[in-house]
């Protein structure tokens, strides 16, 4: 059993697009993380946030943490096939370790 | 230094057989993960160590399943009497507390 669901499992879209993939739980996260993986590599963090209601960003991606502290999203403006990979949200609960989602697998397409 | 380093990358064995995976975490990192992945899912808790303590082991862990980490340096994970259904990628990530993982490249484990 996930703790966390992700959104949608799968995404294929064109070069120039944007998308959002999402992150969710019922249960309340001390910080979230959200991962990039390629194939046969390991999980590249990419963000951590924090506070309810937080907006970061990295230059074409931008992640929200909700409110509550129990969702989170991910937008990426304009993907290019260089964002193509596993996109995986990992959330903290007793300040030790985290739980990950199962990803959602983006593919972009030139 | 150069990361979090995993050996070994790819491991082929029989079923039935024992066998050691090894990482060296970042150095200055206190905290050690283990995750195992397999296809389509999302890295699955382990176990973990502060320094040379292992502080949690989650139930996916038999006692088949062994880890160490002597001195709170590199850490070693056994499997013995492999299965069929231990084949995954086995993920080691180092932290310093729980401020964001750095994995290594995992060992990929094939049971045939």
């Known amino acids: 059993t996930q703790l966390l669901e992700q959104s949608p499992q799968f995404l294929s879209i064109q070069e120039g697009e944007n998308l959002t993939v999402y992150c969710n739980s019922s249960s309340v996260f001390s910080s979230l993380q959200w991962y990039r993986q390629e194939p046969g590599e390991g999980p590249v963090l990419l963000v951590t946030?924090?506070?309810?209601?937080e907006v970061k960003k990295l230059k074409r991606l931008t992640f929200q943490f909700g409110d509550a502290r129990k969702d989170s999203s991910l937008h990426i403006t304009a993907a290019q096939p260089g964002d193509t990979g596993l996109y995986l949200c990992?959330?903290?609960?007793?300040?030790?370790?985290?739980?990950f989602g199962s990803g959602t697998k983006l593919n972009v397409k030139p | 230094d150069t990361g979090v380093s995993q050996n070994p990358r790819h491991k082929i064995t029989k079923r039935g057989q024992n066998v050691t995976f090894r990482c060296d975490p970042i150095?200055?990192?206190?905290?050690l993960y283990w995750y195992r992945q397999t296809l389509g899912q999302g890295p699955e808790f382990l176990t973990y160590?502060?320094?040379?303590?292992?502080?949690?082991k989650s139930r996916l862990l038999s006692d088949r399943f062994s880890a160490e980490r002597p001195k709170g340096s590199f850490s070693t994970l056994e499997i013995q009497r492999t299965e069929q259904g231990d084949s995954a990628m086995y993920l080691c990530?180092?932290?310093?507390?729980?401020?964001?993982?750095?994995f290594g490249s995992g060992t990929r484990l094939t049971v045939v």
């Open positions: 990530a180092s932290s310093h507390r729980a401020h964001g993982y750095t």
């Open positions: 160590f502060q320094n040379e303590a292992q502080l949690e």
């Open positions: 150095s200055e990192h206190n905290r």
């Open positions: 990992a959330g903290e609960y007793n300040f030790n370790k985290f739980y």
């Open positions: 946030v924090v506070t309810g209601g």
